[in-house]
């Protein structure tokens, strides 16, 4: 009578801690590493985001400038020490930490605008290939392989050197580069839930197939893509960086740590090594944190685990 008793109650509980949230969620707080990366990813985002609240100087407003500070080292200020300048100052004089967080604004910004886009428009078209298939199928993959075959970096610095420098044309050169693994992640999840008995039984109560696609397909195609879309963040953000490095990226006016680190990287050998070394360790921290993130929902993202 007491097992009976008690086997109702519990059913629901052991139900509830199966869900998968819950198990993605206790998986993914498992692992140390990637807890610290989330952690140092959420401060850098913060940090971006509050940067004219928590900088002593606008770095790109002349008024709050003087030439006489340019390059002073670390903790220093006409030869005393003080933590006015703690990271120190570049060629212009501006305090390289508000300039670091004010150009981790700008790579963010071009990372997850980049990614998020791109996300959109190739999940969209994979899953038109996967459903409407035929040339319409063929005519998207076949631009799919295009893209991929050529290097990122390549294509990035040709249409950069047509479109110019500027955020909105290095946001759309990588769209153009990125949307391709969306898509090709997209319609292969989508063929695969489309054979899905459940999809079959949709089609015989005559729901359209654009509902059949947004409230059945796409939610199970979303786990890979959310893992693409986190380690595409971290790549946009690399590329985004060597373009401003060579100069074909963002402008002076709005620089990012890729553009930071090619402001100093001349001055390196003379001693002058904080101009370039403290915007390329901030880039450093924020590529590793994502990928932390990244590297660990592909692990738990995937159903092969849960096997």
């Known amino acids: 009578m007491s097992g009976s008793a008690t086997t109702p109650a519990t059913a629901p509980a052991a139900l509830k801690r199966e869900s998968p949230w819950r198990r993605n969620v206790a998986e993914f707080m498992s692992s140390r590493t990637a807890v610290f990366g989330l952690i140092v990813a959420v401060l850098l985002i913060l940090a971006a985001l509050l940067a004219p609240w928590i900088t002593p100087q606008n770095p790109y407003d002349l008024n709050q400038l003087d030439v006489l500070d340019a390059r002073l080292p670390p903790g220093t200020e006409n030869g ?7 990271l120190g100052t570049d060629g212009q004089g501006r305090d390289l930490y508000s300039s670091i967080l004010y150009g ?3 790579s963010l910004m071009v990372g997850v605008g980049s990614a998020v886009i791109a996300g959109l428009v190739g999940t969209l078209l994979g899953l038109i290939a996967a459903y ?15 893209i991929l075959s050529f290097p990122s970096i390549l294509v990035a610095m040709m249409i950069l050197a047509y479109l110019g420098k500027g955020v909105g044309n290095v946001v759309l050169t990588l769209v153009l580069l990125e949307w391709a693994y969306y898509a090709r992640t997209a319609r292969g999840q989508a063929l695969v839930e489309r054979r899905r008995e459940y999809v079959e039984a949709a089609r015989c109560l005559d729901i359209p197939n654009w509902r059949i696609v947004l409230r059945h397909i796409l939610p199970n195609c979303l786990p890979p893509l959310i893992v693409i879309g986190t ?10 960086a060597t373009l401003s490095f060579l100069g074909l990226g963002v402008p002076v006016t709005e620089p990012s740590l890729g553009l930071l680190i090619s402001n100093g990287y001349q001055t390196m050998l003379s001693g002058q090594y904080w101009i370039s070394f403290y915007p390329g360790i ?21 159903p092969r685990t849960h096997k």
């Open 80 to 86: 005393l020490a003080t933590f006015k300048y703690w």
């Open 104 to 106: 981790l604004r700008i």
């Open 132 to 146: 409407a298939g035929g040339r319409v199928d063929a005519l998207i993959m076949r631009v799919v392989d295009l």
């Open 231 to 240: 380690l595409q963040i971290a790549r946009a953000i690399t590329l985004e």
């Open 282 to 302: 901030a880039l450093l921290v924020t590529l590793v944190a994502i990928n932390l993130v990244g590297d660990r929902l592909r692990d738990v993202l995937n």
